[in-house]
């Protein structure tokens, strides 16, 4: 949905500038996605656990994180939304690049080159 790339956007922003305005987008869109998930699980639970998962990781909380980049990936898998899996395998895998855990890194990024090839990409 535009609301998780703007969300996903605006977080990758904050790494580079500590932002008020890109605060504001993230929080907002958290609720807007918040409210869908409830209505459509199946559809919206790994949008909103992956941009969760990047609050997490902003905020140095790895343990969360890593948590959070799981179960996305988990209910993109589930939910059979392949280029979504591979989306947050792909967060997941730049989240531990930051870390210096270049294994993880390593084993992410190339779970999301699988899911994006199998996606068509």
Request: some cysteine.
């Amino acid at each position: 949905s535009l609301k998780n790339v703007t969300a996903l956007n605006s977080v990758d922003k904050l790494r580079v500038q500590d932002s008020v305005k890109w605060k504001k987008v993230v929080r907002k869109s958290v609720t807007a996605i918040r409210k869908l998930a409830l209505n459509s699980d199946w559809n919206y639970t790994n949008k909103l656990e992956l941009l969760e998962a990047e609050q997490q990781s902003l905020r140095d909380n790895y343990r969360n994180a890593t948590r959070l980049y799981d179960a996305s990936i988990e209910s993109a898998r589930k939910s059979g939304f392949i280029h979504e899996q591979g989306l947050a395998c792909e967060k997941a895998g730049f989240h531990y690049e930051r870390r210096g855990d270049v294994c993880n890194a390593w084993k992410y990024l190339n779970q999301a080159r699988e899911c994006y090839e199998e996606w068509g990409s």
